[in-house]
């Protein structure tokens, strides 16, 4: 599902963000990117959904290499891939039916499709019966959940998740992980960056380790060390 | 579609709402602009209209008198056209001629009675007078062009001679002064236009940079993205030429009246603008004002989008 080939991402002339990284992640895999604050995650997530290029190597997403992928075929790679960052990156001003509605009315999804299926997405992330509630009258961790529910509306093949629970409280940080979990079980591909510890070790599955934009460590059912 | 459609629909309307106030400097902005482009081209118009007969280095009109009804006698006329031609050709002052004949001459009167139809009503083919248009050479002062007097005047059917004086000199001098600036200064508040309609339209992007990052990360197309901004730039332009249109419209009535009641000899009456081209002049507003908005808001959606 995603193959990075020795991927190189510089900015400026002295900071290298990732360097010559190289790993696979099988369809339906669970993978945990963790190391410190600027040790490269977030930086690996951008190169996955093309809002970054690196300077050298490949990056490929369902058997594309998105490296040199034109411009006006970006959009369609991204209806592919959802996202769920730290900060939720919700639309204040819009309802969480709204908010979640957003994401398939702008790929021109028909009105009676979304209907359809944001409610149904809403039971998922245990949401329903608060579709006419706006952002600021959610909780962090409900928050959160719509969030996930904007990315997993259109049934994306990979989910990319940064820093999901760093806002969160531990209950709540296990909440929005179940949640994820169960993504994966219905077979979405999910790479997730994280620094906690707590999550990563009682979840065991595939860590990637980074430290200063290098892979140091690729293990299955790991933990955090 | 059609959701795409209200999408577009949707998004241009709330942007709208949501900078009112750089919209509308936007639309006022435009409006003038192109109130004082319409004004200068009324302007000039009056002003081509005024000096329409002289046009082409014509300096000496030479009128004749109509035919009497009471001699429908063609020979005789067509014996003192000949004798007229033949003088003229004869004369070193005169480079060339031309014979404004009926049509030629009501079509003149159209013009210069624009802002008088009564006395227009009045003119017909039997009873305008026809004339020669002189153009003399090179050199010819006006008190050598005064002798035609002389050598025309005893010639039979001839009218009145009337001589290009300084004032169409001043004319022309008003017409370029008054043209230049004017249009120097519209092409100015065009362009404060389209960079208002940039700004307004990079406000409306900065204000709303969350959702278009939302939009790119899921998959909107860039186009999507930017067209309710082009549409809402198109419409400012638009709404901005519309009012230049109203206000142009609005001037040049009160214009026409208020000439209608000048005296006869005032010199104004021709500078009265016709409806055919007020109403082209409208069209090439709108069209400015349209292509202004396309403009500013074009560049500003394509090169604000990686907010």
Known sequence: MIRLENVTKQYGHDVVAVRDASFDVNKGEFVFLVGPSGSGKSTLLRLLNRQDRPEGGAVYVAGRNIVDMPSGRVPQLRRNIGNVFQDYKLLLNKTVFENIAFAQEVIGKPKHVIRQQVPAVLDLVGLAGKEERFPHQLSGGEQQRVSVARAFVNRPLILLADEPTGNLDPATGEGIMRLLDRINQIGTTVVMATHDQRIVNSMRKRVIQLDRGVIVRDQARGVYE | ?307
């Open chain 2, 1 to 307: 579609m059609l959701s795409r459609f209200s999408y577009v629909l949707r998004e241009t309307w709330a942007s709208f709402r949501r900078n009112m106030t750089l919209t509308v400097a936007a639309i006022v902005t435009s409006a003038v602009a192109l109130l004082i482009f319409g004004l200068t081209s009324f302007v000039q118009r009056g002003f081509d209209n005024l000096v329409e007969r002289w046009e082409g280095g014509v300096e000496v009109i030479v009128n004749v008198k109509p035919q009497d009804p009471a001699d429908p006698n063609s020979q005789a006329r067509d014996d003192a056209r000949a004798i007229i031609e033949e003088t003229l050709a004869a004369n070193p002052l005169i480079e060339s001629f031309d014979y404004c004949d009926v049509d030629c001459s009501l079509g003149d009167a159209d013009v210069l009675l624009a802002a008088d139809p009564t006395t227009r009503n009045l003119l017909t083919a039997d009873n305008i007078p026809t004339s020669y248009k002189v153009v003399p050479v090179d050199g010819a002062g006006s008190e050598q062009l005064q002798s035609l007097t002389e050598a025309l005047a005893p010639l039979p059917n001839i009218g009145d001679i009337l001589y290009a004086q300084d004032y169409i000199d001043v004319v022309s001098k008003v017409k370029g002064f008054v043209g230049i600036y004017t249009l120097i200064l519209s092409i100015l508040l065009l362009f404060a236009a389209i960079l208002l309609i940039w700004n307004t339209i990079r406000t409306a992007m900065f204000a709303r940079r969350r959702e278009i990052e939302v939009m790119k990360l899921v998959g909107a197309t860039d186009w999507f993205i930017r067209v309710p901004f082009m549409l809402e730039g198109l419409i400012q332009g638009l709404v901005g030429a519309v009012g230049a249109c109203g206000a142009l419209w609005l001037i040049n009535n009160r214009w026409t009246a208020g000439v209608e009641t000048f005296p006869e000899n005032s010199g104004l009456a021709a500078m009265v603008i016709d409806s055919n081209f007020q109403f082209s002049r409208m069209i090439i507003i709108l069209l400015i004002g349209g292509a202004a908005g396309a403009i500013g808001s074009g560049i500003a959606a394509s090169r604000f989008l990686d907010i």
